[in-house]
């Protein structure tokens, strides 16, 4: 069985590919093109079969993509094939179609290097089927701090001529703890043979690391200065809520420029800070100094926070006066899922029912059906507009998922999706169509497991999660005093940080599999667990 070391973000460099089609006998491409790959991917899955493995990385991926709209030529099945580093991460992907006849070939292949975990190079190389060679195309190299943040970006496109790599762009970030407060882009100046700043983005942040200012600027080459373009203001009470968002732009006036106000949000909150009004404020007159589009929304909440009514007004400067615009009422259930949500618009004196969604969910709270409905006024009754339906296995996870239109009295089948599983829940396939375009996905995994040798990471048979599957509350067993722990979903994204000793609400996490980094001191530990 392979190993590796590091587990964590195993997925999170799996890389999309391109993707084609084209509308024609699936079977024989089947047939003709994939047998051998399907068959050598099931001999390897059957000689390396282990139920405890720690997770699956994927191996090849074949992509039947077609379009009715799409010249041929540009709709033919592609094959992925992905390989890794000891520690997991993605090392090269190679791109490649199955051409039909009259059709070029193609391939192409994206190598990445990795230090400290962190990606510092990644190459693209494209086929040269004259010369059967890999010629470069473009690449893009990393530096990162001390805190694995990426403080250097720079893009280099390939010169065929002079067999080198031409500086293209690059990117400087500078961090204050772990929020980036500036990114400058820089072009390479051929005349200068040197860098040549173009661009800046810089973020301030208040004590409590809430947004206060963004600004974008360019560099204005007729004034030979830098030109503020862009910028974006918040403005925050004692409670670290929101209460103003201004966004700025700069508004050309022949060659006068001025600031534009593309619009402002004010918000009002209750004693549990919830939003309770909201005033939008869009399409700012400079020459009038005054906005053209007024709306405020009324807000009442349940004592979770959730949104029970909405009452919409638009402002008429005639009168003005607040008019009634629109009004909506949601219902909810005990996970705080909308069930029915009713939207009527003000008609004459009197509100009357303009659209209305119901949603059904299944015993875990997936939704299972989402149903939208319109107001017919002629027959005082609601019909039917579109609906999305959705089928799970015993797992929770979507088998299939279909959307339909009411349309002269029955449903029509706008699209379709369809998804299966292995024995492991890896997705093997997913397949199905929306109007003009249709695809077929078949997806191969090998087993990684962890090495236990390495004292820094571990996963240590000391520490144990109660309950383990959970879907609401865990426990870790074994833990000392001074320990942050860390949670990621199964794409390496953090999704909590905590130094809790006790129980550890979970329950605000999708289903699915999590890993937990424990440190303590100058050891780092791995667990896993599942959320059901």
């Known amino acids: 069985m392979k190993k590796i070391q590091y587990a964590l973000f195993l997925i999170s460099f799996m890389f999309s590919v391109f993707t084609f089609g084209q509308k024609r006998s699936i079977s024989d491409f089947y047939i003709n093109s994939i047998d051998s790959l399907i068959n050598k991917q099931l001999h390897f899955q059957k000689e390396n079969r282990n139920s405890e493995a720690f997770v699956f990385l994927k191996d090849s991926m074949i992509n039947y993509y077609y379009d009715d709209v799409e010249d041929p030529c540009e709709n033919q099945p592609i094959k992925s094939y992905y390989t890794y580093d000891e520690f997991g991460y993605v090392t090269s992907l190679i791109v490649k179609n199955t051409p039909w006849d009259g059709c070029d070939a193609t391939k192409s292949k994206r190598l990445y290097t990795y230090e400290d975990f962190n990606l510092i190079d990644r190459l693209y190389q494209h086929y040269d089927f004259d010369l059967n060679v890999w010629i470069n195309s473009s690449k893009t190299t990393y530096l990162y701090d001390e805190n694995n943040h990426a403080i250097e970006e720079i893009r280099l496109s390939w010169n065929i001529e002079t067999s080198s790599w031409d500086n293209y762009l690059k990117y400087n970030n500078i961090y204050d703890d772990n929020l980036r407060i500036e990114q400058k882009r820089f072009r390479w100046d051929l005349s200068i043979n040197d860098w040549f700043w173009d661009l800046s983005y810089t973020n301030s942040y208040d004590s409590n690391n809430n947004l ?14 830098w030109e503020t373009l862009r910028k974006t203001t918040n403005t925050y009470d004692t409670n670290t809520n929101l209460i103003e968002n201004i966004r700025y732009k700069k508004h050309s006036n022949e060659t006068q420029y001025e600031w534009n106000t593309i619009d402002k949000i004010n918000y009002t909150y209750d004693a549990s800070n919830f939003v309770i009004e909201e005033f939008t404020f869009k399409d700012w007159n400079n020459s009038a100094e005054d906005w053209g589009t007024k709306k405020k929304f009324d807000f009442e ?7 029970l009514e909405t009452q919409e007004y638009l402002w008429n400067e005639s009168n003005s006066i607040w008019k009634n615009e629109s009004f909506t009422t949601n219902t909810y259930n005990s996970n705080n899922d909308i069930l029915i949500s009713i939207r009527q618009v003000w008609q004459i004196n009197s509100w009357v029912n303009s659209r209305k969604e119901t949603n059904t969910f299944n015993t875990v709270f997936k939704l299972t059906e989402k149903l939208k409905q319109l107001w017919d006024s002629s027959n005082t009754d609601w019909v039917n507009d579109f609906l999305t339906s959705k089928i799970y296995n015993e797992f929770n996870n979507t088998l299939e998922t279909k959307d339909e239109s009411w349309y002269n009295g029955a449903w029509y089948l706008e699209g379709i999706e369809n998804l299966e599983y292995d024995e492991h829940q890896n997705l093997i396939h997913n397949h199905g169509y929306w109007e003009f375009e249709g695809w077929n996905l078949y997806y191969y995994y090998s087993e990684y497991d962890i090495i236990l040798s390495v004292d820094e990471i571990l996963i240590h048979n000391n520490y144990s999660i109660v309950p383990n599957p959970s879907n609401d509350y865990i426990t870790i067993n074994g833990l000392e005093q001074n320990v942050n722990i860390i949670f990621y979903d199964i794409l390496g994204r953090r999704v909590l940080e905590t130094n809790s000793e006790n129980k550890i609400d979970i329950s605000g996490f999708k289903n699915g599999l999590y890993f ?17």
């Open 301 to 307: 909440n349940d004592s979770d926070g959730n949104t």
């Open 516 to 532: 937990i980094k424990i440190i303590i001191e100058d050891s780092i530990f791995f667990k896993k667990f599942l959320k059901n």
């Open 212 to 225: 206060l200012e963004y600004i974008y600027r360019l560099w204005n080459s007729g004034i030979n200065d």
